[in-house]
Every structure is written in C-alpha cells, then in structure tokens.
C-alpha cells in the first residue's frame, strides 16, 4: 500500500491561502432558515408533539 504525501503550501501560495481564508471568514455569512422552521413547526403540530 503506498502512503500519498500531504501538499505543502509555502511562501506565495501559502500567503495567498492565508489571505484568502482571512477574506472569507470576514465576510462572514447568514443563513434564513425562518421557512424551514415554520414548515417544521406545522409537522410538529399536526403530529401533536407542540
């Protein structure tokens, strides 16, 4: 069985991931699941479980 090596990012390519992951957790995003849990309260109440 042969074992892959693990890529390592260095200098420019590691700054650029660095900076990239850096940019994106910024950003930050949200997700509206307020339909998701309308549809699941309905089940729950015609289940009788609220």
Known sequence: MTIKSI??????????????AEKSVSKG???????ELVKAHAILKKAKMM
């Open 7 to 20: 890529p390592v990012l260095k200098e420019k390519e590691a700054e650029k991931f660095v900076k990239m």
């Open 29 to 35: 995003s949200t997700v509206d699941f307020s339909k």
